[in-house]
């Protein structure tokens, strides 16, 4: 199985500042397509995961432009520009390029 | 606008069984994947299942597999997760989430699973 590692668990933030989440995975996630299958999530307090990025640094509808996501290969970032508060919640990042999907440990960002 | 609606969930001993109903509306259900994926409480997400938009191909996580069984009806926008001899650890909330490509695009509220005696 890929292992999906994020880094920080925990990011306090102060308002209007960036913040910025690595994941990392134990092998490639190139698919044999040529696309890589890389998710990011964000779980606000009490509600489910919503989608924010796909396919490394796609914004899903209705996503603000301050979110943002690189990366290639293993290693991949979500980086939010100006932090507001109501980013306040756990992102995970996620892989689909093999079954069994997983997810990373999930980054907890909260305000200062 | 896209909606998934789980229900199902509930209080169940060790060793006994549940069936989760996913009901999809505002989008043609029979033209996406879709998947299950669990959140045990005060923990992080983890993957179940998968199903094609025919049913045809089907995957499970290993923590499950020989236990839980995903189908869907496309006639009645319905995907389903029959879930036998359940453990304690598979106390969670159980989610839907349709797949575009291989993202989920859009989860429902999710349902409540409790395995206890």
């Known amino acids: 199985d890929i292992v999906m590692t994020q880094t920080p668990l925990s990011s306090p933030v102060t308002l209007g500042q960036p913040a910025s989440i690595s994941c990392r995975s134990s092998q490639s996630l190139v698919h044999s397509d040529g696309n890589t299958y890389l998710s990011w999530l964000q779980q606000r307090p009490g509600q489910p995961p919503r989608l924010l990025i796909y396919k490394i640094s796609n914004r899903f509808s209705g996503v603000p432009d301050r979110f943002s996501g690189s990366g290639a290969g293993t290693d991949f970032t979500l980086k939010i520009s100006r932090v507001e508060a109501e980013d306040v919640g756990v992102y995970y990042c996620m892989q689909a390029t093999q079954f069994p999907w997983t997810f990373g440990q999930g980054t907890k960002v909260e305000i200062k | 606008q896209v909606q998934l609606v789980e229900s199902g969930g509930g209080l169940v001993k060790p060793g006994g069984s549940l069936r989760l109903s996913c009901a999809a509306s505002?989008?043609?259900?029979?033209?996406?994947?879709m998947s299950w994926i669990r959140q045990a409480p005060g923990k992080g997400l983890e993957w179940v299942s998968y199903?094609?938009?025919?049913?045809?191909?089907?995957y499970y996580a290993d923590s499950v597999k020989g236990r839980f069984t995903i189908s869907r009806d496309n006639a009645k926008n319905s995907l389903y997760l029959q879930m036998n001899s359940l453990r304690a650890e598979d106390t969670a909330v159980y989610y839907c989430a349709r797949v575009t490509d291989f993202w989920s695009d859009y989860w429902g509220q999710g349902t409540l699973v409790t395995v206890s005696s």
């Open positions: 505002g989008f043609t259900f029979s033209d996406y994947y």
């Open positions: 199903i094609s938009s025919s049913g045809s191909t089907i």
